[in-house]
């Protein structure tokens, strides 16, 4: 798979391309499954930190509309950006006014999920978590380390991996995760695949983080992986 768009530079220092499309259509189809299933009460459980159950299927809903408004029928209206907006309180910004104008709406007529476990379809969370794991390099950026230093991240379980992101000294962060393994990291961060997609999503936050995982090696850099953040926050 080749994921560059016409005049956008690659990123290879990320690793090989992640192709995911295959699992849309089954994943979508697991999620309304999990929708459908909840309970009354499931609904205004916390799901992530300050949004409900229904606030994140909202969120989720909104991303449907928009794609389909954009890609189908060619919409190009919407809000901009406000005075002073960068672009993460822009997101943030239209994030939670969607989710706050359909505080009004039925579960029924949202039909994302909390109070039940995570899907551990290795199907799925291993793409989820290989995806979060691209932002290791970016996480590393501002750790001063001799050329040639890694850092690993062991996540457990069938949908678990490997990730070793090798300090380079370019450019580009300074930090890759296409580098050739060889010897023993420097650090080495063991985790479960619960904890990582949580932490890497702020369900969590480091130190709590710290407190599941398993350090070998340097500390300090292994306490930097662990501010890892996989999305806009």
């Given at each position: 798979m080749d994921s560059r768009l016409p005049g956008v530079p690659g990123h290879p220092w990320l690793g090989a391309p992640i192709d995911a499309r295959a699992l849309f259509a089954p994943e979508q189809a697991a999620l309304m499954v999990?929708?459908?299933?909840?309970?009354?009460?499931?609904w205004s459980k916390e799901a992530v930190p300050?949004?409900?159950?229904?606030?994140?299927?909202?969120?989720?809903?909104?991303?449907?509309?928009?794609r389909l408004a954009r890609d189908r029928d060619g919409h190009r209206d919407g809000p901009g950006f406000a005075p002073g907006?960068?672009?993460?309180?822009?997101i943030h910004r239209i994030n939670q006014e969607w989710v706050d104008a359909h505080r009004r709406v039925s579960p029924a007529a949202l039909v994302d999920a909390v109070g039940q476990g995570t899907d551990a379809d290795p199907r799925f969370l291993s793409v989820v978590l290989d995806t979060f794991m691209r932002a290791l390099p970016h996480t590393l950026r501002e750790v001063d380390a001799p050329i040639g230093t890694r850092a690993r991240v062991a996540i457990d379980g069938p949908a678990g991996g490997v990730w070793t992101a090798t300090a380079t000294g370019a450019a580009e962060g300074g930090w890759s995760l296409a580098e050739p393994d060889g010897g023993r990291p420097a650090a080495i961060v063991r985790l479960d695949?619960?904890?990582?997609?949580?932490?890497?999503?702020?369900?969590?936050?480091?130190?709590?983080?710290?407190?599941?995982?398993?350090?070998?090696?340097?500390?300090?850099?292994?306490?930097?992986v662990c501010r890892i953040v996989s999305i806009v926050h």
């Open positions: 999990t929708l459908r299933g909840l309970a009354a009460a499931d300050g949004w409900t159950v229904r606030d994140l299927a909202a969120h989720v809903l909104g991303d449907f509309y928009g907006d960068i672009l993460e309180t822009f695949a619960e904890t990582a997609w949580r932490l890497c999503t702020r369900g969590i936050d480091p130190d709590t983080a710290l407190t599941h995982v398993r350090i070998d090696g340097d500390r300090h850099l292994a306490e930097a």
